[in-house]
């Protein structure tokens, strides 16, 4: 069964203050793995998606890094507008062409001033 | 520049009432999916539609049966209506293609059945 798995489940940090955020899964053949964004009320916003190990793709403070069983999401010198619900979520292949996403319950984050 | 949008944003039902959870995406998508989200439980997938023309069940189909009506608009009932339906639903599409931009996801229908 493909499984995702988010740690740790809240983060509280200070503004500056960098940190790391887990996602573990397990997959039968991982086509692609996605980081969201998600704020109160809103539906999820696509951030990243990662193909293959040793992948790593950027976008202001944030840098998702992809392993065989894992990826993170670094977060530098955070400031309070980064507070938020980080989502992971792997694609399984497939066929028939849908692209199913398995997602993770999710990583609050909040960054104090 | 619209996206996925989702009607209505929020909505009460009694207990065996029906309604339908309304989806349009103006992006020429190919896929589309619903999800719902609970508290300590993550997105999980109730149905998609891969191309136009098809239907298939995810994670959690029991209680709904989706339409896709045409290419842009997805749609999802809800024929009677239980508490454990209580949720906020969410609509999203993707290209087709390996995702390379993931999914785009509507602002979510939230739904109390009381």
């Known amino acids: 069964e493909d499984q995702v798995t988010q740690s740790p489940e809240a983060l509280r940090l200070q503004e500056g203050e960098s940190s790391s955020l887990n996602c573990s899964y397990t997959?039968?053949?991982?086509?692609?793995l996605f980081w969201y964004r998600q704020d109160p009320g809103k539906g999820p916003e696509f951030l990243f998606t990662?193909?293959?190990a040793g992948e790593e793709k950027e976008k202001e403070r944030l840098k998702a890094t992809l392993t065989k069983k894992e990826s993170f999401l670094h977060i530098t010198a955070p400031k309070p507008e980064d507070s938020a619900t980080y989502l992971c979520?792997?694609?399984?292949?497939?066929?028939?062409?849908?692209?199913?996403?398995?997602f993770g319950k999710g990583m609050k984050l909040t960054v104090n001033p | 520049n619209a996206g996925v949008t989702q009607t209505p944003k929020f909505q009460v039902l009694k207990t065996g009432q029906s309604m339908t959870l309304q989806c349009a995406q103006d992006?020429?998508?190919?896929?589309m999916y619903w999800y719902r989200q609970d508290p300590g439980m993550g997105l999980r997938l109730i149905y998609y539609?891969?191309?136009?023309?098809?239907?298939d069940k995810g994670e959690v189909p029991n209680g709904y049966n989706v339409s896709r009506l045409n290419k842009r608009e997805f749609s999802l009932r809800l024929e009677s209506a239980a508490p454990s339906q209580t949720s906020v639903y969410f609509c999203?599409?993707?290209?087709?293609?390996?995702?390379?931009?993931?999914?785009?996801f509507g602002s979510g229908t939230r739904l109390t059945v009381v």
């Open positions: 990662l193909y293959s």
């Open positions: 999203a599409s993707s290209e087709g293609n390996r995702g390379l931009y993931g999914y785009t």
């Open positions: 992006m020429n998508h190919n896929s």
């Open positions: 997959v039968s053949g991982l086509r692609g």
């Open positions: 539609s891969a191309s136009e023309g098809t239907t």
């Open positions: 979520a792997v694609q399984p292949q497939s066929r028939g062409g849908s692209e199913k996403l398995v």
